[in-house]
T-cell receptor
Framework: DAGVTQSPTHLIKTRGQHVTLRCSPI?????VSWYQQVLGQGPQFIFQYYEKEERGRGNFPDRFSARQFPNYSSELNVNALLLGDSALYLCASSLSAPRDNEQFFGPGTRLTVL | AQSVTQLGSHVSVSEGALVLLRCNYS??????LFWYVQYPNQGLQLLLK??????LVKGINGFEAEFKKSETSFHLTKPSAHMSDAAEYFCAVSKTGANNLFFGTGTRLTVIP
């Protein structure tokens, strides 16, 4: 069975540009979460979506937005990129939103902002 | 507020030696606690989780962790290190369950042959 997939694998952008990252959850999973992992740090929670609705948001500026599609895939959008947005962006899926469901992480998209 | 502190950003052990990775948490409510492992160029994989059941939790690959409320700790151990255990390990806490995780800064484990 395919795990969580993310595209692209790597991305290079310049300051001020916009970026869209994509995530496909494990088949049957309805919840997707996004995390930002800056080099040398642990992942930080950005968003959680379940059944196409936002169910949680971390402490990130409004430049960050996301959505979930009817097939449960998800996009993370970041506007007006800053150098500090350079990071590994991880997507995780779980069966549903309830508390004991394990999150399965994808390999991430590495974003470099120049 | 919730947070975790991982003591030691780098830990080196000899193959066959005990692995001990430290994690202390801060949470205003009874926490859910997790240990994840990250291999180079891969996502995170769940090793084990504590969800207020047994305080000694057994995970995959021979790892286990003990929840100690009095010490606010959730240290990860493995009796005998294997070369394949070399990776980055993250402790995480949540007050709502498996989602909305707060991660520590990670501990890089090196296993010396």
């Amino acid at each position: 069975d395919a795990g969580v997939t993310q595209s692209p694998t790597h991305l290079i952008k310049t300051r001020g540009q916009h970026v869209t990252l994509r995530c496909s959850p494990i088949s049957g999973h309805k919840s997707v979460s996004w995390y930002q992992q800056v080099l040398g740090q642990g992942p930080q929670f950005i968003f959680q979506y379940y059944e196409k609705e936002e169910r949680g948001r971390g402490n990130f500026p409004d430049r960050f937005s996301a959505r979930q599609f009817p097939n449960y895939s998800s996009e993370l959008n970041v506007n007006a990129l800053l150098l500090g947005d350079s990071a590994l962006y991880l997507c995780a899926s779980s069966l549903s939103a309830p508390r004991d469901n394990e999150q399965f992480f994808g390999p991430g998209t590495r974003l470099t902002v120049l | 507020a919730q947070s975790v502190t991982q003591l030691g950003s780098h830990v080196s052990v000899s193959e066959g030696a005990l692995v001990l990775l430290r994690c202390n948490y801060s949470s205003s409510v009874p926490p859910y606690l997790f240990w994840y492992v990250q291999y180079p160029n891969q996502g995170l994989q769940l090793l084990l989780k504590y969800t207020s059941a047994a305080t000694l939790v057994k995970g995959i690959n021979g790892f286990e962790a003990e929840f100690k409320k009095s010490e606010t700790s959730f240290h990860l151990t493995k009796p005998s290190a294997h070369m394949s255990d070399a990776a980055e390990y993250f402790c995480a806490v949540s007050k709502t369950g498996a989602n909305n995780l707060f991660f520590g800064t990670g501990t890089r484990l090196t296993v010396i042959p």
